[in-house]
């Protein structure tokens, strides 16, 4: 199955401030006593650090700590989490877990009545709350009159984005509304890559930055894959981590998948992530070695491109080394 972003362009130039549809996503509900318990053991974040106010991004991964989802929790009442995953993949990730949570009492079932929007720019949240209600910090949700708005990660350059996620209808809130295309082109401009079929369960969530966006807890003790995440943290063995490309020249549109080399045709990663742009820009995701900082890197089947490393809307340590501006 293709990953939906594989096949549409994104709009060549952003407004400053807009709303678009997160419609390659969907939420579903875990409700019941023991969801805190059922989360805490399968998922890379510290489910007690869930609080109202306060969201989470996180894996679940197979016991060799490989991904096979990444989502966004944020907690609806003592004993209901909401969980927001891509929809190519949801199906798949809710029979994994559906497999624990026989043992729990909880379930989990699609929300259906939720409809999620992406905002870009502080006047477009502020359209939802008052500019004293906004939330400061990446990962901060505040109330709505119909749900929660939760601040995500940034655009490298600072700019706050922002989830809506509401019962009923989308709602823009009079902000200039863009299509669904343009809201994941900001994902892959700050960084945070989506699981598709192709990358299920190819990397581990370190691979993937989420310990850099305070997606993987290395206190809450025992979970699924646990063991060989943090092996791989405490030992410093993390060869390879997410990066941010941008790419010109190109005469197809990458895929996920495809692999980067360096100037020598020795291979440096795959692609994760890629939208283009209706000018031709290819902006992409992708996992690769370390050695990246310090190369020439290319696409593999297409070395006349050119190809670029950008900076994330958040700090790698692993990743030390020069980078273009934003």
Same mark, same amino acid.
């Given at each position: 199955?293709?990953?939906? %972003? !594989?096949?549409?362009? +994104?709009?060549?130039?952003? &407004?400053?401030?807009?709303?678009?549809?997160? =419609?390659?996503?969907?939420?579903?509900?875990? !409700?019941?006593?023991?969801?805190?318990?059922?989360?805490?053991?399968?998922?890379?974040?510290? $489910? !007690?650090?869930?609080?109202?106010?306060?969201?989470? &991004?996180?894996?679940?991964? /197979?016991?060799?700590?490989?991904?096979?989802?990444?989502? *966004?929790?944020?907690?609806?009442?003592? @004993?209901?989490?909401?969980?927001?995953?891509?929809?190519?993949?949801?199906?798949?990730?809710?029979?994994?877990?559906?497999?624990?949570?026989?043992?729990?009492? +909880?379930?989990?079932? &699609?929300?259906?009545?939720? %409809?999620?929007?992406?905002?870009?720019?502080?006047?477009?949240?502020?359209?939802?709350? %008052?500019?004293?209600?906004?939330?400061?910090?990446? /990962?901060?949700?505040?109330?709505?009159?119909?749900?929660?708005?939760?601040?995500?990660? #940034?655009?490298?350059?600072?700019?706050?984005?922002?989830?809506?996620?509401?019962?009923?209808? $989308?709602?823009?809130?009079?902000? *200039?509304?863009?299509?669904?295309?343009?809201?994941?082109?900001?994902?892959? !401009?700050?960084?945070?890559?989506?699981?598709?079929?192709?990358?299920?369960?190819?990397?581990?969530?370190?691979?993937? /930055?989420?310990?850099?966006?305070?997606?993987?807890?290395?206190?809450?003790?025992?979970?699924?894959?646990?063991?060989?995440?943090?092996?791989?943290?405490?030992?410093?063995?993390?060869?390879?981590?997410?990066?941010?490309?941008?790419?010109?020249?190109?005469?197809?549109?990458?895929? $996920?998948?495809?692999?980067?080399?360096? +100037?020598?045709?020795?291979?440096?990663?795959?692609?994760? @992530?890629?939208?283009?742009?209706?000018?031709?820009?290819?902006?992409?995701?992708?996992?690769?070695?370390?050695?990246?900082?310090?190369?020439?890197?290319?696409?593999? =089947?297409?070395?006349?491109? *050119?190809? *670029?490393?950008?900076?994330?809307?958040?700090?790698? #340590?692993?990743?030390?080394?020069? %980078? @273009?501006?934003?």
């Amino acid at each position: 199955m293709q990953n939906p %972003s !594989q096949s549409i362009t +994104a709009p060549d130039k952003l &407004p400053d401030t807009f709303t678009a549809p997160i =419609d390659n996503h969907q939420v579903f509900e875990i !409700q019941g006593p023991d969801t805190d318990r059922f989360l805490q053991g399968q998922v890379t974040c510290d $489910i !007690q650090q869930l609080t109202p106010g306060t969201s989470l &991004p996180g894996a679940a991964c /197979n016991p060799k700590g490989r991904a096979y989802a990444l989502f *966004r929790l944020l907690r609806v009442s003592e @004993d209901c989490v909401m969980m927001q995953l891509p929809a190519a993949i949801a199906e798949e990730v809710s029979n994994q877990l559906s497999k624990y949570l026989a043992f729990f009492k +909880a379930e989990m079932s &699609p929300a259906g009545d939720w %409809s999620l929007t992406g905002l870009v720019g502080t006047d477009a949240a502020m359209a939802h709350v %008052s500019a004293e209600a906004l939330p400061s910090a990446c /990962n901060q949700v505040v109330e709505t009159a119909n749900g929660y708005l939760v601040a995500t990660l #940034p655009l490298a350059d600072g700019t706050p984005r922002f989830e809506l996620w509401e019962k009923g209808p $989308i709602s823009d809130g009079g902000a *200039r509304h863009m299509p669904g295309s343009a809201w994941r082109l900001t994902e892959i !401009q700050s960084g945070l890559t989506t699981l598709s079929p192709e990358t299920v369960g190819a990397y581990i969530p370190l691979n993937l /930055n989420l310990h850099a966006i305070d997606g993987v807890s290395f206190t809450k003790g025992c979970y699924t894959g646990q063991e060989v995440i943090a092996r791989m943290h405490h030992l410093g063995q993390l060869k390879k981590s997410l990066f941010r490309l941008e790419a010109t020249f190109v005469d197809s549109t990458p895929v $996920i998948g495809d692999p980067l080399v360096d +100037a020598d045709g020795g291979k440096l990663g795959s692609i994760t @992530d890629c939208i283009a742009t209706e000018a031709g820009e290819c902006h992409m995701l992708a996992v690769l070695s370390h050695k990246a900082l310090e190369a020439t890197v290319t696409l593999a =089947d297409q070395p006349a491109a *050119r190809v *670029r490393i950008k900076p994330l809307g958040y700090r790698v #340590p692993e990743q030390q080394g020069p %980078s @273009d501006e934003p």
